[in-house]
């Protein structure tokens, strides 16, 4: 059964850091680009960045370029997401997601954490 | 990157056929086949409907279609149900190497 389950969230101060994590199981997570996207309270999915099967590629939204970095560790199986510089526009459930191999949509989602932003 | 656009609401009766746009630019839907839709009801994750324009993934049903045309694409929903009713999201590559989404679609089945 695939599984993809975040961890790291919490409360933080405005200019704080913190590192999500997502752990992978049941599939070979190596052969799989991944997701980070983030939805704010009662408001849309935004995209907030990608990382390749082996991570030599990535990208980030405008809005958290500079501030945030994606990466894993195939042989731990982990995703994570730093995020430095947090604002409180940040506050919301972040999800990582599976992409298919080979195509442009995500199957598999993780459950979320959230993160809120305030002093 | 700005949001694509789509309706913020949509509404059809049971076995009705609805469809959702999804319009963008030249910078995202118009230059690539890689528009993927999402179903998501409150408090829970995403879930795939159709990817790459109009690919199906096994777990949906027939009645659910997608298509492009210039910069916008369209989910199709036939013989609408009560369980259809949800939130959909569209998003696609852009030619900045980044992913945006639409602002999504609350669709009330009546």
């Known amino acids: 059964e695939v599984r993809l389950v975040e961890s790291g969230g919490g409360l933080v101060q405005p200019g704080g850091s913190l590192r999500l994590s997502c752990a992978a199981s049941?599939?070979?997570?190596?052969?799989?680009?991944m997701h980070w996207v983030r939805q704010a309270p009662a408001k849309g999915l935004v995209w907030v960045s990608r990382i390749s099967d082996d991570g030599s590629n990535t990208n980030y939204a405008d809005s958290v370029k500079g501030r945030f970095t994606i990466s894993r560790d195939n042989a731990k199986n982990s995703l994570y997401l730093h995020m430095n510089s947090l604002r409180a526009e940040d506050t919301a459930v972040y999800y990582c997601?599976?992409?298919?191999?080979?195509?442009?949509?995500?199957?598999?989602w993780g459950q979320g954490t959230l993160v809120t932003v305030s002093s | 990157q700005s949001a694509l656009t789509q309706p913020a609401s949509v509404s059809g009766s049971p076995g009705q056929s609805i469809t959702i746009s999804c319009t963008g630019t030249n910078s995202d839907i118009g230059n690539y086949n890689f528009v993927s839709w999402y179903q998501q009801h409150p408090g829970k994750a995403p879930k795939l409907m159709i990817f790459d324009v109009s690919n199906r993934p096994s777990w949906v049903s027939h009645r659910f279609s997608g298509s492009k045309s210039g910069n916008t694409a369209s989910l199709t929903i036939s013989g609408l149900q009560a369980e259809d009713e949800s939130n959909y999201y569209c998003i696609s590559y852009t030619t900045s190497s980044t992913w945006v989404f639409g602002g999504g679609t609350k669709l009330t089945v009546l």
């Open positions: 049941g599939f070979t997570f190596s052969s799989h680009w």
């Open positions: 997601a599976r992409i298919i191999v080979g195509a442009t949509g995500v199957d598999y």
